[in-house]
């Protein structure tokens, strides 16, 4: 057998007749054509066995007893499973009617007898060739149907996805010079319906009409450079759509070329009004947190100072309280000395000039007299007398100094400001440290170099000005302290002299114009307060004016002195305080401060 015949041997066949030498001539022709062929001797058999297993084709005879073949054909026809089963009646009828009958009921041809084989197998063969061709074709139909269905459905997805997401599109051909908008472009663009982007090139204008002006630049740039070199675009800008509502969009372009030329450009635009109110609300959002953050910053800045000024008031109302009774105490007894030492200086007296003219009464005394004389050493007595009298007045008069001067220091109660002189200041905080600018075990003293120039009487809080000066002159010997110890550490090994400690003290008045809009001139005086100790570096200098902040070792500081000092120049004063230092090259403190009312 040929392919074709191959392919025909898997076609199933009936055969319908009550004769039974028919169906054995016919089943054995077929056969041998390579068809399967089964075989029903009458319409009742034939109805169950097509039902049971539907073939390919039916051979039909007419005349049949019980049920001819017109009325097994209908039936079959009647029935959905089999009325696509191809049915060919082999009849000896031959008249035109009973063929017409045949045709009317369903048949698919008609072949009478006596029959050539040749043409028998000719219309099988047709047949069962326009039964395959039938079931592919409804086969491609039902695939056809099916894909148009998903195309359908994927159309309408992606058009509600678009709608949803507000994303239109566009096409202009350059060849035809035609464009294409999608309705989403006009839903998002709310144009009304009498005005439309329509298909020719004007309608671009139209487009870029709800542009602003630099947006419009900005568009055609691109939408050039996407023509001319292919170069695609994503653009987010503003636009105010038809019914004056503003709104961001996001359009983007691509263009198809051929050959180098540029056909059609692609794009779309998408409504992003809702991620840009997003945005800018986070923005906002944002801002506000990091306003929050600052100002909580400086709260807890503000707190720290709080607490730095609590605890400083707290410590100089004690040592307030302290000093004015150590002084109460003090002066008591200074001042009994202070007051008898003019009367036993004037009593001293009387009794020398006593003794000088007893002596000239009687240059001759006695062996006894002339003893005592010489063991008390009468001559150096009288001499040394006035001085020792001078020395201790200098002496009493030193503690009455110290004492005034501790008491103006540790003044706490000072509500207002008052002139004063700024040397004065400095001086008395020197007489107070002066115990430790002596020579202290293997640290040698500590020279204070003052260069004062001229000043007139600076408006502020005397004690205040004594506490800042107080803690920067400390700090400055603290440094020479520690930097004394480290050398002589380093230097037991060798007989090195370790470079001599010093402080400096410079003041001076300044002009400068003032940073106000009046352009005034502001005089300041300036004071630095210098020492050759081993500095600072960088870092720590952006925290030496924080509260707490300390480099001395626990229990050495409390991390108050500059950060009080800061406050009190700046906050109180209206004035400056700044540090100047570098690692190994000393350090320099400056202070200014406003001449004037503040």
């Not at 139909?141 to 994927?154: D, F, M, Y």
């Not at 953050?293 to 609590?310: D, N």
């Not at 700090?475 to 302290?481: H, K, P, T, V």
């Amino acid at each position: 057998m040929n392919s074709n015949q191959e392919l025909e041997a898997k076609s199933k066949i009936l055969i319908v007749d009550d004769k039974p030498d028919n169906l054995h001539l016919l089943s054995k022709m077929l056969t041998t054509h390579g068809y399967e062929v089964r075989r029903a001797i009458n319409a009742s058999t034939a109805l169950m066995g097509v039902q049971a297993a539907p073939p390919d084709l039916i051979l039909l005879d007419i005349r049949m007893p019980d049920m001819d073949g017109y009325q097994l054909c209908q039936k079959l026809k009647a029935i959905k499973q089999t009325k696509e089963i191809p049915v060919i009646f082999l009849s000896a009828l031959n008249e035109v009617l009973d063929k017409v009958k045949a045709f009317e009921v369903g048949c698919a041809d008609y072949i009478t007898k006596p029959f050539q084989i040749q043409e028998v197998l000719a219309r099988v063969e047709n047949q069962l060739t326009i039964g395959r061709q039938k079931a592919l074709l409804q086969k491609e139909i039902c695939e056809r149907k099916q894909v148009e269905e998903a195309l359908r459905q994927s159309e309408t997805l992606l058009n509600e996805t678009l709608r949803i997401t507000k994303v239109g599109g566009w096409l202009i051909d350059l060849v035809s010079k035609k464009c294409f908008w999608t309705q989403e472009v006009h839903q998002i663009l709310e144009l009304p319906e009498n005005l439309k982007l329509n298909d020719d090139m004007k309608s671009i204008d139209l487009y870029l009409s709800f542009y602003s002006p630099i947006a419009q630049t900005i568009i055609r740039e691109a939408f050039g450079n996407a023509i001319e070199d292919g170069k695609p675009y994503d653009l987010e800008l503003p636009l105010i759509t038809a019914n004056n509502n503003h709104r961001w969009v996001r359009t983007t372009a691509k263009t198809v070329c051929e050959q180098g030329k540029s056909l059609r450009v692609f794009g779309n635009i998408m409504d992003i009004t809702e991620r840009k109110q997003t945005e800018e609300a986070i923005r906002l959002s944002e801002a506000r947190e990091r306003d929050r953050a600052t100002q909580l910053e400086l709260t807890l800045s503000e707190l720290k100072r709080t607490q730095a000024r609590l605890i400083q008031t707290e410590k100089m109302s004690s040592l307030g309280q302290m000093v004015a009774g150590v002084a109460h105490e003090i002066n008591n007894p200074v001042s009994f000395i202070y007051g008898n030492l003019i009367p036993a200086s004037e009593y001293a007296s009387d009794l020398i000039r006593l003794i000088e003219i007893y002596q000239q009464t009687y240059p001759n005394p006695t062996p006894e007299i002339q003893e005592l004389i010489e063991e008390i050493d009468l001559e150096f007595l009288m001499e040394d007398w006035q001085k020792l009298i001078n020395s201790m007045q200098l002496g009493a008069e030193r503690i009455h100094e110290i004492v005034l001067s501790l008491r103006n220091f540790s003044r706490t109660n000072q509500l207002e400001k008052e002139y004063i002189d700024i040397h004065d200041g400095l001086d008395k905080t020197l007489l107070i440290l002066n115990h430790r600018l002596r020579a202290v075990g293997n640290r040698p003293e500590i020279e204070v170099i003052k260069n004062y120039g001229e000043l007139p009487p600076v408006n502020c809080y005397n004690s205040q000005l004594n506490q800042v000066f107080m803690n920067l002159i400390n700090n400055a010997i603290d440094a020479l302290a520690d930097t004394n110890h480290n050398d002589h550490n380093s230097n037991s090994t060798n007989q090195i002299q370790p470079i001599k400690s010093k402080i400096w003290i410079y003041t001076e008045k300044i002009s400068e114009n003032s940073s106000t809009a009046t352009a005034k001139t502001e005089e300041k005086v300036v004071i630095r307060i210098v020492d050759n100790g081993p500095g600072m570096n960088e870092q720590v200098q952006k925290q030496i004016f924080d509260p707490f902040f300390t480099t001395k070792p626990a229990g050495r500081g409390t991390g108050l002195g500059l950060a009080i000092s800061y406050q009190i120049i700046v906050e109180k004063h209206g004035g400056k305080l700044s540090c100047v230092s570098a690692p190994g090259e000393g350090t320099e403190f400056i202070v200014e401060i406003p001449i004037g009312n503040v």
